[in-house]
């Protein structure tokens, strides 16, 4: 089970979004998320399709795959929550993590902060994570991701060229460790500011390419404002 929407494998939407990064938006954005973020165009290459490859890591596992499969209800569950924490592992030895993290996690941040307030709370809490991710965990709090998700995104990623690999299973503790360091890097020490500064900026590349992938498929129309502004930014395009 590997599904990444309705009738959709993992592996064609990671695909899509690759494709449209190097035969397309590439050449308009690499230059730019160098700049931002000071990286060599190696390395912001990198970075983007480590992003693009790993931001559903958290659809992966049979709480989600049965939603998708059966139309059961996912009751307050948030893939990018495990997502993040996912990436943060896989890639700890990559000075660019936290951004990496920080992205994923907030790559259906109006979803999730609507999800909060609803709830009550004034921003994203390791509680609210802790009960999204209860939701995927066994009794003993180990969340197991599916067997073929997890070789079709290994397969990806050494295809990619990376070294790294994601793990099959991942306990909440280790998640919520990943969590709290992703979010204490991102906006708690440092030059917050300019943190959020270069995460808004890779944002705007998943958030595009996510939405220009899913806008193929049926019965979802990719519908952020990132990607219903860009056609008529001179540098996006819907077409």
Not at 105 to 131: C, D, F, N, W
Not at 188 to 206: E, F
Not at 211 to 236: C, H, P, W, Y
Request: aromatic content about 6%.
């Amino acid at each position: 089970m590997k599904l990444s929407w309705i009738g959709e494998q993992m592996e064609e939407h990671v695909g899509s979004m690759l494709v449209l990064w190097k035969d397309k938006y590439k050449g308009l954005y690499l230059a730019p998320v160098c700049r931002v973020l000071d990286l060599s165009a190696k390395e912001a290459d990198e970075l983007i399709r480590s992003m693009l490859i790993t931001h559903d890591l958290g659809k992966l596992v049979r709480h989600y795959q049965d939603h998708l499969e059966k139309g059961t209800g996912l009751r307050g569950y948030r893939h990018e929550i495990l997502s993040a924490a996912l990436t943060s592992m896989a890639f700890s030895k990559r000075p660019w993590r936290t951004y990496l993290s920080a992205t994923v996690m907030l790559h259906h941040e109006p979803i999730l902060l609507g999800q909060v307030r609803r709830i009550g709370e004034r921003y994203a809490s390791l509680t609210h994570a802790y009960k999204s991710l209860s939701l995927a965990a066994s009794d003993n709090g180990i969340i197991r991701l599916t067997e073929d998700g997890v070789e079709t995104i290994n397969k990806i990623l050494k295809e990619e060229g990376f070294p790294e690999a994601v793990p099959s299973e991942i306990s909440i503790r280790s998640c919520l460790r990943e969590l709290k360091r992703t979010v204490v890097l991102s906006s708690l020490v440092n030059d917050r500011l300019l943190i959020r500064i270069k995460v808004a900026t890779l944002l705007h590349v998943l958030v595009l390419l996510d939405a220009l992938a899913a806008k193929r498929r049926e019965g979802d129309q990719g519908g952020t404002f990132v990607s219903r502004r860009a056609k008529i930014a001179e540098v996006g395009e819907l077409t």
